[in-house]
């Protein structure tokens, strides 16, 4: 197993998941990488490991480098397991020097591994590391995406090791964005962003700031999933500039479930109603769209409609499965509504409105409700929705979608 040098003396010598799909609730259908990175000087760094099972992927392309023990220090960004799953086998293998972590990060050391003679040093923004060519500054990167998260960077090099920051899941056999699709892999970064991150935006825009204010110059930006950015790292810069402030587009969704196909044709009408406007619009029916890819979607929508009917006086589950995760991620500044069919109750849209509203979401109308199966006057009220949030959304008068993802605008 090839290591790749991606920099002078400086290697990816990550593992590749080609068979993961889901983590913890965001669909992973391209899978993804593990990427840790090993700094050969005259002191010899490697930075993260891989999640545990591929532990020997490791070993094998460190050993195309260098004999592992020959490693000085471990920079361990962050300790969740798909990059400290190893940690404990590499150290016993390596036997650091030493091991730098946040202060955060010593603590969830502790809390995973048994590290009594562990030689670990807590580091923070401002400390420098010396490798002798090369410098190791560190950043602290709270809650991208835990507290105890860090990046180090190696100014000689113009390189920022991001961990989390700027990733994507997404396996393939290219290690650089410049070797794969553009569209893809913003899609891929989107989405990456929007189920993993989106929850912290406010704290991301903030440290974007603080590493301009910093001046660091970037010519390559080397994540621990997915491909590094050394093409323009300039573009994933600017699209978390504009995802960390969830500047929308003029995009609607209209997302639904379904039982009898009564609320699916209410979801048609809303849907007709909205193109009236000439806004882009995306019908999504849970039964076969992931929770993870509405949410790429959710990012940068300026309105989201959702239906439901009623089942056993509530929402369907897969509904009542999007709002939770939903909720968990927290996005700002949308404009809502509901609707859904039914028999003899009818809770569910008014249900789903309450939710929507304890999210600090703004509702544009009264749910609509249609009973048994709609016919053409009765779907009236949905196209009137339609048009309602079409205009609303026009009157925003925002970018035409897919700009901000695919440009970072
Ligand atoms: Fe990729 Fe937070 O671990």
């Not at 480098?65 to 920079?75: A, M, R």
């Not at 002798?132 to 998260?149: E, Q």
């Not at 994933?236 to 699916?264: C, F, G, P, R």
């Not at 990012?299 to 959702?306: E, Q, R």
Request: net charge negative.
């Amino acid at each position: 197993m090839k290591p790749v040098e991606i920099k002078d003396n400086i290697y990816w010598v990550g593992a590749v998941d080609w068979n993961i799909r889901d983590f913890h609730g965001y669909s992973t259908y391209k899978g993804s990488t593990y990427n840790a990175y090993l700094a050969k000087d005259e002191k010899v760094a490697l930075f993260d490991t891989v999640k545990k099972p591929f532990y020997m992927d490791l070993v094998h392309r460190l050993h195309n480098v260098i004999d592992p023990t020959e490693i000085d220090y471990l920079v361990v960004n962050h300790l969740e397991p798909d990059h400290s799953g190893s940690l404990k086998d590499t150290v016993e293998a390596v036997k650091p020097e030493k091991i730098y972590t946040s202060v955060m990060g010593a603590k969830s050391m502790a809390g995973y591994y048994k590290v009594d003679n562990w030689p670990i040093e807590t580091v923070k923004t401002g400390d420098v590391l010396s490798l002798g060519k090369n410098s190791v500054h560190f950043l602290d990167a709270r809650m991208v995406h835990w507290p105890d998260s860090m990046f180090s960077y190696i100014p000689e090099e113009k390189l920022l090791i991001s961990n989390d920051g700027f990733g994507q899941h997404w396996a393939t056999s290219e290690r650089f964005d410049d070797q794969v699709d553009n569209g893809e892999l913003m899609r891929q970064a989107a989405k990456y962003y929007a189920n993993i991150l989106m929850l912290y935006s406010p704290l991301i825009a903030k440290l974007l700031e603080k590493v301009a204010d910093m001046g660091l110059e970037i010519d390559m930006i080397a994540p621990d999933h997915g491909l590094i950015w050394r093409n323009n790292p300039g573009q994933i810069i600017q699209a978390y500039q504009t995802w960390s402030k969830q500047k929308a587009t003029a995009k609607a969704l209209v997302v639904y479930d379904t039982m009898w196909h009564s609320t699916e044709a209410m979801a048609k009408a809303i849907y007709d109603g909205i193109l009236d406007s000439g806004v882009s619009v995306q019908l999504m029916n849970l039964a076969c769209t992931h929770r993870s890819d509405v949410m790429t979607e959710v990012l940068d929508a300026k309105a989201v409609v959702f239906g439901s009917p009623t089942l056993n006086n509530g929402m369907l589950p897969r509904m009542a499965d999007l709002l939770h995760y939903m909720r968990g991620l927290k996005p700002t500044d949308k404009i809502c509504a509901t609707f859904g069919s039914y028999g003899w109750s009818g809770e569910a849209p008014k249900m789903m409105a309450a939710q929507l509203e304890e999210m600090n979401l703004s509702l544009i109308d009264e749910p609509v409700r249609t009973m048994w199966a709609p016919n053409h006057d009765s779907l009236k009220p949905c196209r009137e929705l339609g048009q309602k949030i079409g205009q609303a959304v026009v009157e925003a008068n925002l970018p035409p979608s897919c700009r901000a993802i695919y440009c970072g605008d």
